[in-house]
């Protein structure tokens, strides 16, 4: 009797407390604050329109058919580099005959454009692009990589997404504004490094030290980065525009193991190709923490919670009690788990001389792209914790840190918000780039660095880049155009965005 009167005091005390809990998920869920400041007047006129006419795409197409392809830092196809200076300068005569507008050459290669506004006290800003793209293996591709081909309502090639639309849209952008008499009010640069792909040691890190030497800095700093991404973000009804508000590090580390060599048919127990094979798979199978709920993800999650379908909505406001949840959820994909934690990607192995040789060496490389949580030491420390194997033996071939993190109210961030959503009408929000820019020399330039390309994407279309089959939608880059056309009208007007922002979006 008193066992059952218990059990029955333990099941009432459950049910309520479970009781408990599914009310305060249906109130946080309701409640939730919707953090997304929306344009809802802002609609673009005619008048505000750049269309994408037969000479605007021939100057995009020829632009990707120069095949200004750079394998390393000292394996660029340099001739193809000038041949895009000139194609750019035939391309832009208006921005190449004004006399407000400077062009600077660095390094030879890497380009600088300064454009002088009519308004000197206000604090002039940078857009960010590169004129340099990966490799491209034809035989994988559909069309040939540097066709530039037109079919099924894309553009084909290398380049069309990383990045030469956001290089000719910029300038697309500023010839127009040229052309209709528009002397821009506020200074601004352009930066076209030439070595992106391969660090920007030679360009944008030269670029970063002109401004540094003149004592020159920025308001804020436009790079390529994150995208308007359409059906990545799970539960998302529509897409949304991911402004990079940090970046991550990267590190790329050599691993390797030496053994006495000798005849295949005498083996040791371990062979160097065993152990760091062995070594590799340890790494692989054992990701690094999960941070997720503690970096700009969880800033992302707060401004588009309310823009989800309800399941997804009930579990991203109550992420403390969901949380473990969505963060294995999240881990599944690999656009989702970029997000949240150090990623580690093997991308090299080699070992081996002849099919009858015990080789004395394998050597293999492991690049990370390092979450804003930890550092290069962090992870090179837990990397050598989950071989656990003195002969295997590491070395930096490349590292850096990751970003700090940009603010979200500041003019650079309401400029990019406010010049996304005229052209999308989609939510935005701020998230963190899982790749690298040339804004990582820039670092001492701004506090306000935005990683944003203006590409409209899905994940069979992101897989693109640096992959097969690069394309950009023709419509997009229309688009792309017009996002840098607004960008550059937005920041003459920060000021009014401010108060449009903080009076919570009424007329601009
Ligand atoms: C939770 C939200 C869902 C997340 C969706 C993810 C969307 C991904 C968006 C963009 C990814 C595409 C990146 C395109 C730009 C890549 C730029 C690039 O290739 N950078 C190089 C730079 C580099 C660095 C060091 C040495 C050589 C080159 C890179 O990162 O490898
Ligand atoms: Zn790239
Ligand atoms: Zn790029």
Redesign the pocket.
Known sequence: MKTRKILSLILKSLLLILGVIIVAVIIRTVTFPDAQPYFEKCKVSDSDFIPLNDVRLQHFRTAIQIPTVCTSIDNCNFTAILQLHDHIQESFPLIHSSNFIQRILFANYTLLYRVEGTNSTLPPYMLVSHLDVVPAKAAEWQVDPFSATVKEGYIFGRGTL??KQTLFGMMEALEFRLAKGQRPIRTFYMAMGHD????GLRGAKAVANYFSSRGITLDFISD????V?DG??PGMQTPVA?IGIAEKG?ATFEFSVSVTPGHASMPAGETSIGILSKAMVSLEQNPHENFFGKGP?RL?LEYVVNKMTLPHRVLMANLWLFGPLIARAFALKP??N??IRTTTALTMFNAGVKWNVISSTAKAVVNHRIHPLQSVADVLKIDKKIIQDDRVKVKIL?AYEPSPISPTDSDGYRILHQSIYQIFEVPVAP?LF????DSKHFVKLSKNIYRF?PSFLNSAE?KG??GNNEKIKIKNYEQTINFYYHLMINAEKSANLKSAFDKGHQDL
């Open positions: 990383d990045v992106e792909e391969v660090s390529e980065g994150m995208v991404a990545i973000l991911l990267m993800e992302l656009n989702t970029a997000i490349s998230a899982i790749a690298s820019s390309a992101l880049i640096h």
